[in-house]
């Protein structure tokens, strides 16, 4: 048997492993799902952070998660750390990647949702992290920050993505047609911002391409927690939501 016959019978299968949360985990996870590869998650493997993540952190390229192995005939070949990296890999492997403009396109998003991330990062509250207030300085910023994120920064942002998509070869009504890994990752950081403060239909063309990728099949089935990753819960919260702080408290 050829080397091509026995990877087609015995096809590589993609594995990962991140917290039960949202954050950096949705994004990963609906790639994969949408991709068509065989892979499997925190649910189907099974993994938990808590049992298992200690022993495997000092396996992994940067000791931290998400992190995807890939396997064949059982045995982990390699792993793909950073949540990027491991965006692009899927959609190289899967070729859902795009060609030419579209992957361009792609790779603007993706940029575009790590900025945004990382903007979060600093300026909304999460269940593990609140925000400064007077006599309290926390490593997010204060309440100010935190409107001015949601009333000015991005909405900046989204006006930009809106253009960038509109004005590209990309329809913003997919009728069928797959997506592409950079938009799949955007949209997971613009839903988890959503969940924080209603802005989508401020931005009507946006919203489009927004409500066609979250009423796919597939992504129902990630945000149900029914995919081979399980339930991923809400990471950043509102600043009036009694949710924040609520797994740990960093002033503790």
């Given at each position: 048997m050829s080397a091509i016959t026995s990877e087609a019978v015995q096809p590589r299968c993609y594995e990962l492993r991140y917290f039960p949360l949202m954050a950096k985990g949705l994004g990963p996870t609906l790639v994969l799902e949408h991709s068509g590869v065989e892979w499997k998650g925190?649910?189907?493997l099974p993994f938990s952070t808590?049992?298992?993540?200690?022993?495997?952190?000092?396996?992994?390229?940067?000791g931290q998660l998400p992190l995807l192995s890939v396997v064949e005939k059982g045995v982990t070949v390699f792993h793909v750390a950073q949540t990027t990296a491991i965006i692009n890999y899927v959609g190289k492997v899967s070729g859902i990647e795009g060609e030419n403009n579209l992957f361009a396109?792609?790779?603007?998003?993706?940029?575009?949702?790590?900025?945004?991330?990382?903007?979060?990062?600093?300026?909304?509250?999460?269940?593990?992290k609140r925000l400064s207030s007077p006599g309290i300085t926390t490593t997010k910023g204060t309440r100010s920050d935190y409107d001015h994120f949601f009333s000015e920064t991005l909405p900046k942002h989204l006006t930009q993505i809106q253009t960038l998509i509109t004005t590209s070869s990309r329809q913003t009504h997919y009728e069928g047609e797959g997506f592409l890994p950079g938009e799949l990752y955007l949209f997971s950081i613009i839903h988890q911002a959503c969940l924080v403060a209603p802005f989508i239909a401020l931005f009507p063309d946006l919203q489009a391409w927004y409500r066609a990728i979250l009423n796919s099949e597939s992504?129902?089935?990630?945000?149900?927690?029914?995919?081979?990753?399980?339930?991923?819960?809400?990471?950043?919260?509102?600043?009036?939501?009694?949710?924040?702080?609520?797994?740990?408290d960093e002033r503790s």
């Open positions: 925190n649910a189907s808590k049992t298992e993540w200690k022993d495997l952190k000092p396996t992994t390229p940067f396109l792609s790779q603007q998003l993706l940029a575009e949702g790590e900025d945004i991330y990382n903007l979060m990062v600093k300026y909304v509250p999460t269940l593990y992504t129902q089935k990630v945000l149900c927690g029914e995919s081979k990753m399980g339930v991923l819960n809400q990471y950043f919260q509102a600043d009036e939501s009694d949710d924040v702080c609520k797994v740990a």
